[in-house]
């Protein structure tokens, strides 16, 4: 059974920095396209930034550009987004999710496998 488990979500000041991991279970990572989304109180949930496995391309919001690096572990199965510089408005929970189509893209619609999310809040 495919599986998505997002962590490492918490409460850090304005400026400090928090990674994201999010574990795989059930598929082979190499054979998909990975991203980060967030959803804020209110607001749509967006995409932040995704990998392709079969050239390495990443895709980043130009929100988070420049602040944020997504990275993957095949060994682990893992994917990871290191955020550093964090803003208020970068609160929201934040998502991991999964799509088999070889294209880059932030569009939510493409990601058929999600994790569950975890709450990032940026406060001081």
């Known amino acids: 059974q495919l599986q998505l488990v997002a962590s490492g979500g918490g409460l850090v000041q304005p400026g400090g920095s928090l990674r994201l991991s999010c574990a795989a279970s059930?598929?082979?990572?190499?054979?998909?396209?990975i991203g980060w989304f967030r959803q804020a109180p209110g607001k749509e949930r967006e995409g932040v930034s995704c990998?392709?496995?079969?050239?390495?391309?990443?895709i980043y919001a130009d929100s988070v550009k420049g602040r944020f690096t997504i990275s993957r572990d095949n060994a682990k199965n893992s994917w990871y987004l290191q955020m550093n510089s964090l803003k208020p408005e970068d609160t929201a929970i934040y998502y991991c999710?999964?799509?088999?189509?070889?294209?880059?893209?932030?569009?939510?619609?493409?990601?058929?496998?999600w994790g569950q999310g975890t709450q990032v809040t940026v406060s001081s």
């Open positions: 990998f392709s496995s079969s050239d390495g391309g990443t």
């Open positions: 059930g598929f082979t990572l190499r054979d998909y396209v």
């Open positions: 999710a999964a799509s088999p189509i070889p294209i880059l893209s932030l569009w939510k619609g493409s990601y058929e496998y």
